[in-house]
């Protein structure tokens, strides 16, 4: 059979590209070329596309490192009385405010919340030594995934003050204090925190 003879090349099946195209948080967010300003935290703030994990790392130590730091916050934001076990209800609380914070700034809601973790981590704590019997307050540096703990601790905080008892629904709530934070906003609750523990942690030098 001569070449012109030959059967062409069968077409790829329609479908192809979008297989092949990475997954996205919630069906809408990439997380691939995530900026990280803080070379010291990078490590500990994992960027998926996975929201709930059914608690695969639960059991080993040091592992929450590996989870999703979107789920991460999500966990944080279910430690309070209304919201404690209730995943999905978070889920969508997290849902919801990273889609106000995309209409506000038009900017990718996970690159809001890497910087918001960033600009809300503290450098420096105090620990109390005692010597003779008097405690001394003794500034130390944070290690790096105490300081994204730390943060996420922060930030959950400023969302319950800011939407318990108040007209302020939980999602709008969270959407200020990641916007905040990430524009190192000090009226931010998470900020302030950050600022006041590095302000005690110099005066205990």
């Known amino acids: 059979m001569s070449a012109d003879d030959e059967a062409p090349e069968p077409e790829a099946p329609a479908g192809t590209d979008d297989e092949d195209a990475p997954a996205k948080l919630f069906g809408e967010w990439e997380v691939t070329n995530i900026d990280y300003s803080d070379p010291s935290t990078e490590r500990y703030i994992t960027v998926t596309p996975i929201a709930h994990t059914m608690g695969r790392h639960a059991g080993k130590q040091f592992q929450k490192s590996e989870i999703s730091i979107v789920e991460r916050l999500i966990n944080r934001l279910m430690q309070t009385e209304e919201n404690t076990g209730d995943k999905q209800k978070v889920m969508r609380i997290t849902r919801d405010a990273f889609d106000i ?9 996970v690159q809001v919340l890497v910087s918001a973790v960033e600009n809300a981590a503290p450098r420096e704590e105090t620990v109390r030594l005692k010597y003779g019997g008097i405690s001394v307050p003794k ?14 601790k922060f930030i959950a905080e400023g969302v319950y003050s800011d939407s318990f008892k108040t007209p ?26 950050k600022e006041e523990k590095e302000r005690v942690a110099a005066a205990a030098r």
């Open 101 to 109: 914070i995309h209409e506000r700034t038009d900017e990718n809601p």
């Open 168 to 193: 302020t629904d939980a999602e709008e709530a969270l959407a200020n204090q990641l916007a905040s934070a990430a524009n190192d906003d000090v009226s931010a609750y998470a900020v302030n925190q």
């Open 139 to 152: 500034a130390v540096d944070v290690a790096p995934q105490r300081r994204v703990d730390q943060a996420l």
